[in-house]
């Protein structure tokens, strides 16, 4: 996270955290492609999917992190796994890769108050409720379901 400002901004905040794309492939030797369903494409198809980290200030905004989901036909065997990104990583939902990249920003002091995610991050109870004892506002959408 080299690069991001060390002095706060009049309203900083970590924006669009966790946004997930997903980038179709016709083949499948890239990095994490299988075949999943993409919003991007709405259908299932061969993609990857990433996990994207921006920071927003009223100045601007840039990236700050970003990781690529491996799905686990990527990482349980490692025997036959088709990529060399499988010897070195596990599979990881996109809400834990969010939240280790938020995670990673509150250690290495980042100045934000805020994170916004979609409703594939709010559904996690969990995570909002690790924003709330680490005193992180937080907007993330949610199914009309969710009650906590």
Same mark, same amino acid.
């Given at each position: 996270?080299?690069?991001? &400002?060390?002095?706060? @901004?009049?309203?900083?905040?970590?924006?669009?955290?966790?946004?997930?794309?997903?980038?179709?492939?016709?083949?499948?030797?890239?990095?994490?492609v299988q075949r999943q369903y993409s919003?991007?494409?709405?259908?299932?198809?061969?993609?990857?999917?990433?996990?994207?980290?921006?920071y927003a200030t009223d100045c601007g905004?840039?990236?700050?992190?970003?990781?690529?989901?491996?799905?686990?036909?990527?990482?349980?065997? %490692?025997?036959?796994?088709?990529?060399?990104?499988?010897?070195? %990583?596990?599979?990881?939902?996109?809400?834990?890769?969010?939240?280790?990249?938020?995670?990673?920003?509150?250690?290495?002091?980042? &100045?934000?108050?805020?994170?916004?995610?979609d409703a594939a991050y709010g559904f996690?109870?969990?995570?909002?409720?690790?924003?709330?004892?680490?005193?992180?506002? @937080?907007?993330?959408?949610?199914?009309? @379901?969710?009650?906590?």
């Amino acid at each position: 996270m080299e690069g991001v &400002p060390r002095r706060p @901004h009049r309203r900083p905040g970590i924006g669009r955290t966790g946004r997930a794309r997903r980038r179709a492939e016709k083949g499948t030797r890239s990095a994490g492609v299988q075949r999943q369903y993409s919003g991007t494409a709405g259908r299932t198809e061969n993609c990857q999917t990433g996990v994207f980290l921006a920071y927003a200030t009223d100045c601007g905004r840039t990236l700050i992190d970003r990781r690529l989901c491996l799905p686990a036909s990527w990482t349980d065997d %490692r025997e036959s796994a088709p990529g060399p990104a499988s010897a070195t %990583r596990s599979a990881s939902t996109k809400v834990a890769i969010a939240r280790a990249m938020v995670r990673r920003g509150i250690t290495d002091k980042i &100045p934000f108050r805020w994170v916004t995610a979609d409703a594939a991050y709010g559904f996690s109870k969990g995570w909002r409720s690790g924003l709330e004892r680490a005193d992180v506002f @937080h907007v993330m959408a949610t199914t009309r @379901h969710d009650t906590g």
